[in-house]
């Protein structure tokens, strides 16, 4: 009922000619499998890997502004994305909530910005590491959730993609358990469905995030919670990125 939802998220790295040779050949790489596959290259080479006659590969951005224009250097506006090609935008990473002073009340500005000018949001959320010891995950995910979708109207719910990315698991080689995520995936569906109804909150994609790998994204994507992967450091290798998407191919072990 749900489609399943594999992104790529490519962080700093790549260049122009680096992001249109993977395009390309992931675009083949993934042609018939039944899963949105989305990549979210740098805002360099957006116009390159807007301009491909790709098939299967949607283009997402990787941030975008509070504003639609204006004295804003250095931001990139909604306006701008839409004009490339992006239908998706990851909003609220916990790469800028930590090092750029995202607050939850910018991420809630940027998603209602991104459904008016037509992107679908990738929302992340996510504790951290001192914030799980303390028990307070849960709260956590809880409060970033409602945050973000304060003032959403119910039907725009379902546009959204929420991933949950504990901070902790995020490029360090540790993944939360298949049961884990689950659960707190589980507990962010509830959360919605406290505010929107179970009919919706049953249509809203939620993505695991952190260490995703082509050992690790069966599993996960066994759990009935889980809708999906946002994945950094795997998603920069053709044979790493195609292997998570095609996950279903894998021998049961
Ligand atoms: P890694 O897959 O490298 O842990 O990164 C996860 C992430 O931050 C995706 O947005």
Not at 31 to 50: G, K, M, R
Not at 187 to 214: C, D, F, L, N, W
Request: charged share 20%; hydrophobic share 40%; proline share 4%.
């Amino acid at each position: 009922m749900r489609k399943p939802i594999i992104a790529g998220n490519w962080k700093m790295h790549k260049t122009v000619s680096e992001s249109v040779g993977l395009c390309e050949a992931l675009d083949r790489a993934v042609q018939d499998v039944d899963i949105e596959v989305v990549v979210c290259p740098p805002f360099t080479a957006l116009s390159a890997v807007c301009a491909l006659a790709m098939r299967k590969v949607k283009i997402g951005a990787q941030n975008v502004s509070i504003a639609e224009s204006g004295a804003f250097t250095g931001e990139i506006s909604p306006l701008m994305l839409v004009d490339v090609c992006c239908s998706y935008v990851i909003i609220g990473h916990s790469e800028r909530r930590q090092h750029f002073g995202e607050t939850d009340a910018m991420v809630n500005k940027k998603v209602h910005l991104a459904l008016q000018h037509g992107l679908r949001p990738i929302v992340c959320v996510g504790e951290s590491l001192m914030q799980r010891r303390a028990g307070e995950t849960e709260a956590v995910v809880v409060s970033q959730t409602k945050a973000a979708l304060a003032g959403i109207a119910q039907e725009q719910v379902p546009d959204i993609v929420i991933a949950y990315e504990p901070i902790w698991a995020i490029g360090t080689g540790e993944t939360a358990s298949a049961d884990d995520a689950n659960e707190v995936i589980g507990t962010i569906r509830k959360t919605i469905a406290e505010i929107y109804g179970q009919e919706t909150a049953g249509r809203i994609r939620i993505q695991y995030g952190g260490s995703v790998k082509p050992d690790n994204i069966r599993e996960l994507m066994a759990q009935p919670e889980i809708d999906g992967a946002l994945v950094g450091g795997a998603s920069l290798d053709l044979k790493g990125f195609t292997a998570i998407v095609r996950y279903h191919e894998q021998q049961q072990s």
